[in-house]
Every structure is written in C-alpha cells, then in structure tokens.
C-alpha cells in the first residue's frame, strides 16, 4: 500500500466511500458530471482502489477530480455501497493538503472560492450574502437581481427581512462574539491552516504564471480552456 | 411504533415526524433569494398552526456550501454544526429544523458518520469545548422544513383559499415537483419516501389539488454542483444540466415547478432566462416561462398571502400565468415597491423572456 493511498484511508469520507468497486459503472451512469465533462467516477474509483501512489499523485494533480458536483446522486445507486462522490472529497483534500491543486486550471479554483467562501463565513458568518453577492459576477442573476441587490434595504425590508440590523430574523447581522467563536472554530480544527495553506500555494503558482495573486484569482474564477467537456475535440 | 408486514416494508420511506417544538435554523441562500419564503414558513407553522419554532440569533451559516466546495475542512464543517446543536440543547431543545437542503444533509452526514465513527464525535466534542466552551446532545430528530409542510398538508388544505386547479377549466394544474440532491439521495432513510419514491412535494401538490408530472429526468440534479455554479469558468455546467431538465419536462408541460432546496429554484429560474437569453428558447406558454416555486411560496399562496408579500416579484420568470390559473388576485402596480409601499426604480426587463 503507498502513503498516498495510506493518507487517503485516514479521512472519514474514504472510509465511508471506498470499500470493493466491481466496475459496473452504475455511478458513471447516473452521475450529472460525466455527461458533460470529461470525466468518469469508475474509472477513477478503480484508479484508486489498486493502491498505486504514481496513478493516485497523477489524479490529485489533474483536471478530473474537480468535474464533480458533489451531488451524491452516485451514493444511491452504487450496488456494493461505495461513494464515488465521497472519494473525491477525500482526493480533493488531499489533493489542497499537498499542494497539487495548483497543477490544474479546475484545481486552481480553490483559491478564489477559498477567499469568497471563507470570507463570507468568517466575517459575516454566512456561506451566501447579499452584501458581498456582486451582480458583475452573477450577470445570470438576471435583471430582476441586479434590482435586489441596487435596492436591499428597501426590497429586503418590504418582504420582511431584518437586513443587517440586531436580533433574529431574515439576513440579521451575525453577533461578533458568535463570529469569534467560528474563528475559534477554524483556528481549532486545521480550517485557519487550510486558507494560509491554499493562499501560499496559490501564490506561489501566480508567481510562477507571471500574475499578481488578484489576477491569478480573477483568471481562475473566469478562464475556461477548451478540452473539458465531451462535445469539444480539443484535448487539454 | 412497530409495523408488521407491507406496513413494515413501506415504514422504511416513511418519517415519524414529531408535531412541535423545534430549533429553526435558517438557509443562507433561501434568506438571500427567497426570503419571503422563510418569513411564510414561520407564519404558517407558527402563527396559523400554532407551533413553538425557537430561533436565536445566534446561530450561523452550517458552512455546508463552503464544506461541499471544498474549501473547508471536514472536521471545520462538524464543529460548526456541533455548535448549533450546542445552541439547540443550551435553549433546551431536541427537534432540530432546518431551512435548507444542503445543511440537511451536512447535519445528516455528521451524525451518520458519528454513529459509524464514534471516536470522530468525540474529537468534534473535544473542538468545540475548547474553541467555544460548549457541549451538545446530538439531535433526536432532524428534519428540513418541507417535511414540517408535508406533515401539516391536510391542514394547510383544510384553510385553503385558493387549489392547485385550471380557475376556467376546472382542470388540476400540472406541477412538475424537484427534491433536491442532498434531502434524500446521500441519507435515503431520512427523507419522506426515500430515495425511491420522494413525496414530500408531490404529497403537498396532490393535497392542495394539483397534478404531478413523472417525467423522464425527474430525479436529475438542477445542476448546481456548488463549484459548478460559483466559480463563473464552470457555470456551462451548471446551465445544462437544468437544460436536459426543461428539454424533458417540455413536452408535459408544467404549470409550476416546486422545489425544497433553496438552490434549485434559483437555478430553474435563472437558467430559464439564460436559456431565453442565448437560444431565445422559452418553455412556458407564449413566449414565458415555467414559473418556479418554493414550497412556502406555493402553500402561501394557497392558503391566500400576497403573491408579493411572500416575494414572488424576486423571481425572474414570472408568476403571473400561474396566479391567473389559479384565480389568485395581485396588484401589478404594487409589485415592485419598496419598503412601505415606497416607489422605487423597477427592474430592468430580460430581452425575450416575457415578463409582465
């Protein structure tokens, strides 16, 4: 068994995801993913399952693990129980723990939904805010957003939100000892670890692409390269 | 309860949900694009039926959206929820409710995972008494508000207003209903009717007079796949997996979609103006689309709320073909104001997509 395959096994997703693959496909089948990228969860399942640490440091490197959509729909159908889905969350975190996600353009991502997503959750203890939701970003938002967001004390207000103000309801201001309680969090369980991690590696990388680490970011949140989906004949 | 025979057999899809007090805990993305719906949950379930639903201001995102874009790591994501169910037991409550699909399931999988793993519940124990000085019971019950909606659909039916049926043809409207990845495909056991036959939503519409559709990609994702949609290079994603969606449902066709996680009616929204806007395809009746619903929404309007008190003006397709059908009565003119009834700008108007 290689070290590789040794840290895969310590994290609870792997434990509960992997246990005998016979390659049946069902889960390729079901998956939303497979249909548009190129990319196929038994293949990768039985990847993992022969142990070997070149094929798995080759997978933690690559595109292929970060198609998924962690939809579980894979969870339900699978016939001997695995999780392929839950596998990949076990890839993927190997994958940022070692710095290999800065080897693909999908896995490169991590560093602008780290800075939204970590951000949102540490400084207004929301994964999802108005406040920093911006309609330039979101165009798919439609018109009917763009109107929200220029109105939300004024829209938020009327349907009965309590919008940043003190107290419980709808997009309350969180209490600033309650989000000093989840930096607490973060800095106890290796969540604090985790952004420093991502931001070093991140900007490693950007300095090697010739980028400041806020274009690195606004290149990987919007840059798409052909070659990632089945309908284009490009290969990355 | 112990059932014996075809009762035991279906007791497997079926939820013993318990009839009152409850620890709320809100959605971030349903307070962000629907709050009206979370403001209607607690009208009816409080103020109609009379329940006890706790909220406190103190709890938080579950970073379950964070934890699914891998940004966290997975014992972060436990003990921020090992800290709401720190605040349920501290306000002296067992039944915890929450407002959104994908916390559903992050409170599923940490307790799942706990039982299967004991020594993991107490490493998150350990964590949260020294981040937080707090110590929890796990819940005994976990539930998604829909299941609360579902469990009281007769009576909602019984104070009904207005039905889920044509005004001018008498026919029952023909409702396409989305589950939601996370309620029932990661946890079967804990959703009404499993993995295998979902009626949480089918079993309000059916109550409330409509008609459900069992279309060919019923079950399929709406296609959020969390970085799939927020990173903006993978939102091609994203928008064709709601895309195989409409192309199945199209030849149905529906009269509303409802949806239980609060990101999907986004997505079947939002794409449908995207869809409008890049092939100037719609698939509602005459050059609209297919209005889309959270459950709140829809029992809101059945039992008679304000289609714009519940926030339906939030939507970018329009709801105004299904009001019409179901005799609901609105005010066009008040549907864009603000805050007591002030006149502000209105929004602008998508190029194909039909709006009123």
Same mark, same amino acid.
């Not at chain 1, 602008?112 to 920093?132: E, F, I, S």
């Not at chain 2, 999988?109 to 124990?125: S, V």
């Given at each position: 068994?290689?070290?590789?395959?040794?840290?895969?096994?310590?994290?609870?997703?792997?434990?509960?995801?992997?246990?005998?693959?016979?390659?049946?496909?069902?889960?390729?089948?079901?998956?939303?993913?497979?249909?548009?990228?190129?990319?196929?969860?038994?293949?990768?399942?039985?990847?993992?399952?022969?142990?070997?640490?070149?094929?798995?440091?080759?997978?933690?490197?690559?595109?292929?693990?970060?198609?998924?959509?962690?939809?579980?729909?894979?969870?339900? *159908?699978?016939?001997?129980? =695995?999780?392929?889905?839950?596998?990949?969350?076990?890839? *993927?975190?190997?994958?940022?723990?070692?710095?290999?996600?800065?080897?693909?353009?999908?896995?490169?991502?991590?560093?602008?939904?780290?800075?939204?997503?970590?951000?949102?959750?540490?400084?207004?203890?929301?994964?999802?805010?108005?406040?920093?939701?911006?309609?330039?970003?979101?165009?798919?938002?439609?018109?009917?957003?763009?109107?929200?967001?220029?109105?939300?004390?004024?829209?938020?207000?009327?349907?009965?939100? =309590?919008? *940043?103000?003190?107290?419980?309801?709808?997009?309350?201001?969180?209490?600033? =000892?309650?989000?000093?309680?989840?930096?607490?969090?973060?800095?106890?369980?290796?969540?604090?670890? *985790?952004?420093?991690?991502?931001?070093?590696?991140?900007?490693?990388?950007?300095?090697?692409?010739?980028?400041?680490?806020?274009?690195?970011?606004?290149?990987?949140?919007?840059?798409?390269?052909?070659?990632?989906?089945?309908?284009?004949?490009?290969?990355? | 309860?112990?059932?014996? %025979?075809?009762?035991?057999?279906?007791?497997?899809?079926?939820?013993?949900?318990?009839?009152?007090?409850?620890?709320?805990?809100?959605?971030?993305? $349903?307070?962000?694009?629907?709050?009206?719906?979370?403001?209607?949950?607690?009208?009816?379930?409080?103020?109609?039926?009379?329940?006890?639903?706790?909220?406190?201001?103190?709890?938080?995102?579950? %970073?379950?959206?964070?934890?699914?874009?891998?940004?966290?790591?997975?014992?972060?994501?436990?003990?921020?929820?090992?800290?709401?169910?720190?605040?349920?037991?501290?306000?002296?409550?067992?039944? +915890?409710?929450?407002?959104?699909?994908?916390?559903?399931?992050?409170?599923?999988?940490?307790?799942?995972?706990?039982?299967?793993?004991?020594?993991?519940?107490?490493?998150?124990?350990?964590?949260?008494?020294?981040?937080?000085?707090?110590?929890?019971?796990?819940?005994?019950?976990?539930?998604?508000?829909?299941?609360?909606?579902?469990?009281?659909?007769?009576?909602?039916?019984?104070?009904?207003?207005?039905?889920?049926?044509?005004?001018?043809? %008498?026919?029952?409207? $023909?409702?396409?209903?989305?589950?939601?990845?996370?309620?029932?495909?990661?946890? @079967?056991?804990?959703?009404?009717?499993?993995?295998?036959?979902?009626?949480?939503?089918?079993?309000?519409?059916?109550?409330?007079?409509?008609?459900?559709?069992?279309? @060919?990609?019923?079950?399929?994702?709406?296609?959020?796949?969390?970085?799939?949609?927020?990173?903006?290079?993978?939102?091609?994603?994203?928008?064709?997996?709601?895309?195989?969606?409409?192309?199945?449902?199209?030849?149905?066709?529906?009269?509303?979609?409802?949806?239980?996680?609060?990101?999907? @009616?986004?997505?079947?929204?939002?794409?449908?103006?995207?869809?409008?806007?890049?092939?100037?395809?719609?698939?509602?009746?005459?050059?609209?689309?297919?209005?889309?619903?959270?459950?709140?929404?829809?029992?809101?309007?059945?039992?008679?709320?304000?289609?714009?008190?519940?926030?339906?003006?939030?939507?970018?397709?329009?709801?105004?073909?299904? +009001?019409?059908?179901? %005799?609901?009565?609105?005010?066009?003119?008040?549907?864009? +104001?603000?805050?007591?009834?002030?006149?502000?700008?209105?929004?602008?108007?998508?190029?194909? +997509?039909?709006?009123?």
């Amino acid at each position: 068994m290689g070290k590789l395959y040794e840290e895969l096994c310590k994290d609870y997703r792997f434990k509960e995801g992997m246990h005998t693959c016979i390659n049946c496909g069902t889960c390729t089948a079901i998956c939303p993913a497979a249909e548009f990228y190129r990319y196929d969860p038994r293949k990768i399942v039985d990847t993992v399952q022969r142990q070997n640490d070149e094929e798995i440091e080759a997978l933690l490197k690559s595109e292929t693990i970060w198609y998924c959509g962690e939809c579980m729909s894979c969870v339900t *159908r699978c016939p001997r129980k =695995n999780g392929a889905g839950l596998i990949i969350m076990a890839l *993927r975190n190997l994958s940022i723990k070692l710095g290999y996600f800065t080897e693909s353009e999908k896995g490169r991502q991590i560093y602008p939904l780290t800075r939204v997503l970590t951000g949102n959750v540490l400084k207004l203890g929301y994964c999802v805010h108005p406040a920093t939701y911006k309609y330039e970003d979101h165009p798919e938002s439609g018109p009917v957003y763009e109107w929200v967001l220029n109105n939300k004390e004024e829209v938020f207000g009327r349907l009965g939100a =309590n919008y *940043r103000g003190q107290g419980t309801g709808i997009l309350r201001e969180i209490p600033q =000892n309650d989000l000093d309680e989840l930096q607490a969090i973060f800095d106890e369980t290796g969540g604090t670890e *985790r952004i420093k991690l991502v931001e070093e590696a991140s900007r490693k990388k950007a300095a090697e692409m010739g980028m400041t680490p806020d274009e690195y970011a606004s290149y990987a949140f919007t840059h798409c390269s052909r070659g990632h989906f089945n309908s284009e004949k490009e290969t990355l | 309860m112990i059932y014996q %025979g075809k009762q035991k057999i279906w007791s497997e899809y079926q939820k013993e949900i318990p009839d009152d007090h409850w620890f709320y805990v809100r959605s971030c993305i $349903r307070q962000s694009f629907f709050p009206g719906a979370e403001k209607h949950f607690l009208k009816i379930t409080r103020d109609l039926l009379g329940k006890d639903i706790y909220e406190t201001e103190h709890h938080t995102t579950c %970073g379950g959206i964070a934890y699914h874009c891998d940004t966290i790591p997975q014992e972060t994501a436990m003990t921020i929820v090992a800290r709401q169910f720190a605040l349920m037991t501290e306000a002296g409550y067992e039944n +915890l409710v929450a407002s959104c699909i994908t916390s559903f399931g992050n409170y599923c999988e940490t307790i799942e995972t706990w039982r299967e793993f004991p020594e993991l519940e107490a490493r998150i124990r350990e964590h949260l008494w020294k981040a937080c000085r707090r110590e929890f019971k796990v819940p005994k019950y976990v539930a998604h508000a829909s299941d609360l909606i579902y469990k009281f659909r007769g009576e909602i039916a019984e104070k009904a207003k207005f039905h889920l049926v044509n005004k001018a043809t %008498g026919e029952p409207l $023909r409702i396409v209903e989305h589950i939601g990845c996370h309620y029932s495909k990661m946890f @079967p056991h804990k959703g009404v009717g499993g993995a295998e036959y979902p009626c949480v939503l089918s079993g309000m519409a059916e109550a409330w007079g409509g008609e459900v559709i069992d279309y @060919p990609e019923r079950r399929h994702c709406c296609g959020f796949g969390f970085r799939q949609y927020l990173v903006r290079a993978n939102r091609g994603y994203s928008m064709s997996n709601t895309h195989k969606k409409f192309e199945s449902m199209e030849p149905y066709h529906p009269d509303v979609i409802i949806t239980n996680c609060p990101g999907c @009616p986004f997505f079947l929204d939002r794409w449908q103006y995207v869809i409008s806007e890049t092939e100037g395809k719609t698939y509602g009746q005459n050059g609209y689309g297919i209005p889309v619903l959270t459950y709140e929404e829809l029992a809101g309007l059945v039992l008679g709320y304000d289609p714009w008190d519940l926030g339906l003006q939030m939507h970018q397709v329009a709801v105004e073909p299904l +009001l019409d059908k179901m %005799g609901v009565p609105y005010e066009p003119s008040k549907k864009y +104001l603000g805050l007591d009834e002030k006149e502000i700008m209105k929004p602008g108007l998508p190029t194909v +997509l039909k709006c009123c």
